[in-house]
Nanobody, 124 residues
Framework: QVQLVESGGGLVQAGGSLRLSCAAS????????MAWFRQVPGKDREFVGG????????YYADHVKGRCTISRDNAKNTVYLQMNSLKPEDTAVYYC?????????????????WGQGTQVTVSS
């Protein structure tokens, strides 16, 4: 079992930055690939970025590539999402997710564990 708790969301002006954190419980965190997804009301959950269990491989959706960086600290059981140059269209609830899969990280159905989400609001 892996329990995930996100933090770091909030209100920021366009062009600003936020760093989201996801703290995981359980001794198996380091064996899981991790990802961030986001969702706005009425739309499907959307992949933002993913990272392999050892942090060596990272993956990003085109809409955030160059603006976001995902990283992890397995000693702290934490994964991060640094978001820069934020735009109003980045407004969403951001979710952290964990999977034992090493492939297809952009697909939400691969994930076994989800956090409760943290709201990010970008004002224009």
């Amino acid at each position: 079992q892996v329990q995930l708790v996100e933090s770091g969301g909030g209100l920021v002006q366009a062009g600003g930055s936020l760093r989201l954190s996801c703290a995981a419980s359980g001794r198996t965190f380091s064996s899981h690939s991790m990802a961030w997804f986001r969702q706005v009301p009425g739309k499907d959950r959307e992949f933002v970025g993913g990272i392999s269990w050892n942090g060596i491989s990272t993956y990003y959706a085109d809409h955030v590539k160059g603006r976001c960086t995902i990283s992890r600290d397995n000693a702290k059981n934490t994964v991060y999402l640094q978001m820069n140059s934020l735009k109003p269209e980045d407004t969403a609830v951001y979710y952290c997710a964990a999977t034992r899969s090493q492939y297809g990280l952009e697909n939400s159905v691969r994930y076994d564990y989800w956090g409760q989400g943290t709201q990010v609001t970008v004002s224009s």
